[in-house]
């Protein structure tokens, strides 16, 4: 009858593949399992913060791109209240000609 042990070794953060496999060789009862050497959890972090580190650089230059071409249309709209009705007006340059066409809209 042969009894596995379980090697619990979480915390250990200075233990070798190399030190895990002769433990294994000299005990074939000692299961080891998800062993991860701590170089590799440090790559693998290393790794993480990479991606988070681009992402938040690709969140921050997209908003620098997109923020000044809103409030450039932004500055296109003025706002007129008569006695009736209030008009919004957006200037909107058109593809087909270099001069901007007004747009007016009424709202009751």
Request: include cysteine; hydrophobic fraction near 40%; proline fraction near 4%.
């Amino acid at each position: 009858m042969s009894l596995f042990k379980y090697l619990n070794l979480e915390g250990c953060a200075n233990i070798t593949k190399e030190a895990i496999d002769q433990l294994v060789l000299l005990n074939p009862n000692i299961h080891v399992e998800d062993f991860m050497n701590s170089m590799d959890m440090r790559a693998e972090l290393d790794q993480e913060i990479g991606w988070i580190y681009n992402i938040r650089h690709s969140v921050g230059n997209n908003l620098n791109s997109v923020l000044p071409q809103l409030y450039q249309h932004l500055s296109f709209m003025t706002v007129d209240s008569g006695d009736d009705h209030h008009i919004i007006a957006m200037n909107r340059h058109s593809p087909t000609r270099a001069s901007p066409e007004r747009a007016v809209r009424r709202f009751s």
